[in-house]
C-alpha cells in the first residue's frame, strides 16, 4: 500500500565524544556502525533525514577528538551516517571551527563525497546561499541553519568582513573575544595564575582534578540577553534569508543552534532570535545546543526549542545528569501527499545506551522497552520517558505508554 504522505525527520546534536572514538577503535581502524544499528530502520521510515551534525571531519592529520569542548571524528562515521539514512546536515554550530576553516572546507568535502547534503557553512562566497531547497512531491521546503556562535574562546577565530560566508553565526565573534580577553587581563595574582594553568593545562585535566577535589560542580548554563549579544547586521541577514526562502519554498523551516547548556528552561537570548524568526516568516523552527529536550510551542510558527543529543558519550565529565542528555526527540513533519500540505507533527524518544568500554547505541524507546525483562528497569524507562514526554508537549502526565511516535501537533482535516 502507497503512503499517503512524505515524512521529513530531523535528529538531535550527533556527536562523536572521546570516549566513543576510543571505544570504535580496532587494529587501527575505526568502525561506528553501532551507533546508529539501532535506530536506522526507524530513520529509514522517513523519507529525508535532517540530522545536526557537531563535529568535523578535518583529518587524522589535524588531531583527533582529545578535549572535551573540541572535536575532529574519523571519516568513517560519515559513512555510517549514510549508511543509517541520514540525508541532509546542518553544520552552522558552534563546533564547525574545531579544527579551522580548512577543518570546515573538508568536512563539507567528504560530506559531499559521500551524498549527504549539508547547509548554513560553506567554502565559498559563491556557494554560500540564503537557503537549501529540497523537493518532494512538487513541494519545495527550505532550509535554512543558523548558530548564536563558533567558540571563538577556545578556537581564536574571528572573521574578517569578507570571511564571513564561512558560517551564518548571530554573535559578533570580534565581540566575543574581546569580552574573553578582557576577563584575562584582569590584574591581579588570581588572575595570573588562571591564565597560566590555562596555558599548561587542557580543559578536561583541569575538570578531572577539580572532580578528585570534589569541586566540580556541572549546573545547567543561562542563556541571558544581553546588549553586546545583538549583532544587526547579522540578524538582518538571518531575516533577509528567510524572506528569500519564503519566495520560493512552500514551506520554511529554520534549523538554529542556540540555548543554555543542559537547561530544560528556554533563555531570554534564544526567544529573542527564535521571536525574530517568527516575525519574519518560517514556517517551523527545530532548535538543537543545549543537549537536552526543551519544550515544543505552536507560535504560528512551530517552535522545537531543543531535541536534544543523538549520540552524547553519557560518560562525559560535564553532563548534568538529572535533566536526562542521554534522551533525545527525533522529530518528524508529515506533508499531505494528496493537498501537499503540513497535517501533522509527531516525535520519537530515542535513548543513547553507553557501555563499560564507551561504545554507545541509539535505539527507540519501544525498542528498548521491548528488550527489558527486568520490571525495575521497564518502570526507570516510563519514569524517564514521562518526564521527557513532558518537558517536550508541557504536559504533566503522570507515566505514559511506551510508543513508537507521539503527536504532537495536528490539523483538524477541514483545515488543511
Known amino acids: ?74 571519516d568513517r562515521f560519515v559513512c555510517s551516517m549514510k549508511s543509517a539514512g541520514i540525508d541532509y546536515v546542518s553544520t552552522a554550530n558552534n563546533h564547525c571551527l574545531d579544527r579551522g576553516t580548512e577543518g570546515l572546507i573538508r568536512t563539507l568535502d567528504l560530506l559531499d563525497q559521500y551524498g549527504i547534503k549539508h547547509f548554513g557553512t560553506y567554502r565559498s562566497k559563491e556557494e554560500r546561499t540564503s537557503y537549501e531547497l529540497l523537493e518532494l512531491g512538487g513541494k519545495k521546503i527550505a532550509l535554512i541553519a543558523y548558530t548564536y556562535g563558533t567558540n571563538v574562546v577556545e578556537n581564536g577565530i574571528v572573521f574578517k568582513e569578507d570571511e564571513e560566508f564561512y558560517v551564518n553565526v548571530l554573535k559578533s565573534q570580534e565581540r566575543e573575544w574581546l569580552k574573553f580577553k578582557k576577563t584575562l587581563n584582569t590584574p591581579g595574582i588570581r588572575s595570573k595564575l588562571s591564565r597560566y594553568i590555562r ?25 541571558d540577553l544581553l546588549e553586546d549579544d545583538i549583532y544587526p547586521r547579522y540578524l538582518e541577514r538571518l531575516k533577509s534569508d528567510i524572506e528569500k526562502a519564503r519566495c520560493e519554498a ?58 536534544g543529543n543523538f549520540s552524547i558519550s553519557p560518560s562525559s565529565l560535564y553532563l548534568v545528569r538529572e535533566n536526562l ?69 508541557g504536559k504533566k502526565e503522570m507515566a505514559i505508554d511506551i510508543l513508537d511516535e507521539y503527536v504532537c501537533f495536528e490539523k483538524i482535516k477541514d483545515a488543511l
Open 199 to 223: 596555558k599548561v593545562t587542557t580543559l578536561e585535566q583541569r575538570m578531572r582534578i577539580k572532580k578528585k577535589l570534589g569541586m566540580l560542580k556541572n549546573l545547567p548554563k543561562s542563556d
Open 250 to 307: 512552500d514551506y520554511v523551516i529554520v534549523c538554529l543552534h542556540s540555548g543554555g547548556l543542559f537547561n530544560v528552561k528556554v533563555g531570554a537570548y534564544t526567544e529573542y532570535i527564535v521571536d525574530l524568526i517568527v516575525r519574519a516568516g518560517a514556517d517551523a523552527i527545530v532548535g538543537n545546543h543545549p543537549h537536552v529536550v526543551q519544550k515544543f510551542v505552536d507560535k504560528g510558527c512551530l517552535v522545537a526549542y531543543s531535541l
Open 325 to 393: 542528555p542521554e534522551y533525545s526527540v527525533l522529530l518528524h513533519f508529515y506533508f499531505d501527499k494528496e493537498r501537499m500540505s503540513l497535517y501533522k507533527v509527531t516525535f520519537s524518544i530515542l535513548k543513547i545506551v553507553e557501555s563499560k568500554n564507551g561504545n554507545l547505541s541509539v535505539y527507540p524507546i519501544n525498542a528498548l522497552y521491548d528488550k527489558c525483562d527486568i520490571t525495575s528497569e521497564r518502570d526507570m524507562l516510563i519514569s524517564d520517558c514521562t518526564k521527557i514526554y513532558n518537558t517536550f508537549t
Open 1 to 74: 500500500m502507497m503512503k499517503e504522505y512524505y515524512k521529513i525527520s530531523f535528529t538531535g546534536d550527533i556527536m562523536c565524544e572521546r570516549p566513543l572514538l576510543s571505544a570504535s577503535r580496532s587494529d587501527k581502524k575505526y568502525d561506528f556502525d553501532f551507533v546508529f544499528h539501532g535506530v536506522k530502520d526507524k530513520l529509514r521510515e522517513s523519507d529525508l533525514v535532517v540530522g545536526n551534525l557537531e563535529t568535523v571531519f578535518a583529518g587524522e592529520e589535524a588531531g583527533y577528538t582529545n578535549d572535551v569542548y573540541s572535536f575532529n571524528t574519523p
